[in-house]
Nanobody, 122 residues
């Protein structure tokens, strides 16, 4: 089971980006899905989370600018980022609580995707 993130890049202040993160493998179910970010020299921080039922929560620093969503049929979580500011520059990581089947048993694990870099600069 793995998560593959995409969609990062360089954007000017005030611009928008949409990150995607797709889960693949022998997935039985996905519970919470999250986006984290880590800027150079700083700790990784939780940006947004979405439950399997669609409830969402956001860090205060991104409320009103970022929107997290998911497509359960595609096992994919998205992060729409609008009104980007330089302080949003960071590597963004997706994370999901996944129950999977290895052919014998079911397991639940906290899976991380690779980071995707977002740089906000003029």
């Amino acid at each position: 089971v793995q998560l593959q993130a995409s969609g990062g890049g360089l954007v000017q202040p005030g611009g928008s980006l949409r990150l995607s993160c797709a889960a693949s493998g022998s997935i039985f179910s996905i519970n919470d899905m999250d986006w984290y970010r880590q800027a150079p020299g700083k700790q990784r921080e939780l940006v947004a989370t979405i439950t399997s039922g669609g409830s969402t929560d956001y860090a205060d620093s991104v409320k009103g600018r970022f929107t997290i969503s998911r497509d359960n049929a595609k096992n994919t979580v998205y992060l729409q980022m609008n009104s980007l500011i330089p302080e949003d520059t960071a590597a963004y990581y997706c994370n999901a609580d996944i129950t999977y089947y290895d052919g014998v048993s079911y397991y639940t694990a906290d899976i991380w995707g690779q980071g995707t870099q977002v740089t906000v600069s003029s």
